[in-house]
Nanobody, 124 residues
């Protein structure tokens, strides 16, 4: 069993930055891919970005490419989401997820464990 705890959310002005963290407890973190998803009010949850087991590959949805960056520190069992140039439309609850294999994917079904989410609000 793996538990994921996100942190770092909050209120930020448009154009600003935030860094989300996701700390994992349990075994095997360094062997598995990780993903970040978000869900805005009234919308379905969507994939934001992900990272492979060793950080060698990263994946992003088009809307955040060049603004969001996923990284991981396997020694700390933590994955990060650096969010720059934030826009109003980035307002959402952000979730980290633990993959079923060594890679990351945009498909929710490929993730086994989920965090509880952290709120990000971008204001004008």
């Amino acid at each position: 069993q793996v538990q994921l705890v996100e942190s770092g959310g909050g209120l930020v002005q448009a154009g600003g930055s935030l860094r989300l963290s996701c700390a994992a407890s349990g075994r095997g973190f360094s062997d598995y891919g990780m993903g970040w998803f978000r869900q805005a009010l009234g919308k379905e949850r969507e994939f934001v970005g992900g990272i492979s087991w060793n950080g060698g590959r990263t994946y992003y949805v088009d809307s955040v490419k060049g603004r969001f960056f996923v990284s991981r520190d396997n020694a700390r069992n933590t994955v990060y989401l650096q969010m720059d140039s934030l826009k109003l439309e980035d307002t959402a609850v952000y979730y980290c997820a633990f993959s079923r294999d060594s890679q990351s994917s945009a498909m929710e079904s490929t993730y086994r464990f989920w965090g509880q989410g952290t709120h990000v609000t971008v204001s004008s």
